[in-house]
T-cell receptor
Framework: GAGVSQSPRYKVTKRGQDVALRCDPISGHVSLYWYRQALGQGPEFLTYFNYEAQQDKSGLPNDRFSAERPEGSISTLTIQRTEQRDSAMYRCASSLVGQGANRYGYTFGSGTRLTVV | TQLLEQSPQFLSIQEGENLTVYCNSS?????LQWYRQEPGEGPVLLVT?????EVKKLKRLTFQFGDARKDSSLHITAAQPGDTGLYLC??????????????FGRGTQLTVWP
């Protein structure tokens, strides 16, 4: 697609429920990143993929968080047994692979605002 | 611990004024990027600097990468209300397991009043 698409745009869920956040990257971008961003602050790294391989998941807060990208395109970030502290803006970004990201940057999606009540 | 420290955190100025935003680290980066983010949207890349001492200009915006590649600055001349937004710096390394990963600062929230 023309840009990075994330869905849903807003998600309100009850504490203890599981949620799945979807990201559709720019066509041809093989690297896909998940970040979490608090209001008025910079994005905080969660995990990233090159193609379908998860390269780094060191930023995932705990084992309730997982991500997959089974066919190297669309990715899903899943949060199990959600807690109120999980409430945040979750952003997906895509880029040219590896060093390309360092030169040409990321293209971010508009994010999913998750609210856990 | 924040790898990149940005200052000031907030900046509120009148239209026409000049300003400088700073991004500092104790680490040496292969490259550094600046993004601007408007409310409700994702960050948008403004520039990438890769060479120590490099200066890049984008209309009224001037970006500089420090000689040691540990810091960067963004200078805006004659600020306009349209410059309002969250300015983020992000550093990256060209090798190793973190290749492709960006480390973001907390950002500088700039408000330009007409």
């Amino acid at each position: 697609g023309a840009g990075v698409s994330q869905s849903p745009r807003y998600k309100v869920t009850k504490r203890g429920q599981d949620v799945a956040l979807r990201c559709d990257p720019i066509s041809g971008h093989v690297s896909l990143y998940w970040y979490r961003q608090a209001l008025g602050q910079g994005p905080e790294f969660l995990t990233y993929f090159n193609y379908e391989a998860q390269q780094d998941k060191s930023g995932l807060p705990n084992d309730r968080f997982s991500a997959e990208r089974p066919e190297g395109s669309i990715s899903t970030l899943t949060i199990q047994r959600t807690e109120q502290r999980d409430s945040a803006m979750y952003r997906c970004a895509s880029s040219l692979v590896g060093q390309g990201a360092n030169r040409y940057g990321y293209t971010f999606g508009s994010g999913t605002r998750l609210t856990v009540v | 611990t924040q790898l990149l420290e940005q200052s000031p955190q907030f900046l509120s100025i009148q239209e026409g004024e000049n300003l400088t935003v700073y991004c500092n680290s104790s680490s040496v980066f292969s490259s550094l990027q600046w993004y601007r983010q408007e409310p409700g949207e994702g960050p948008v890349l403004l520039v990438t600097v890769v060479t120590g001492g490099e200066v890049k200009k984008l209309k009224r915006l001037t970006f500089q990468f420090g000689d040691a590649r540990k810091d960067s600055s963004l200078h805006i001349t004659a600020a306009q209300p349209g410059d309002t937004g969250l300015y983020l710096c992000a550093g990256a390394w060209d090798r190793g397991s973190t290749l492709g990963r960006l480390y973001f600062g907390r950002g500088t929230q700039l408000t330009v009043w007409p």
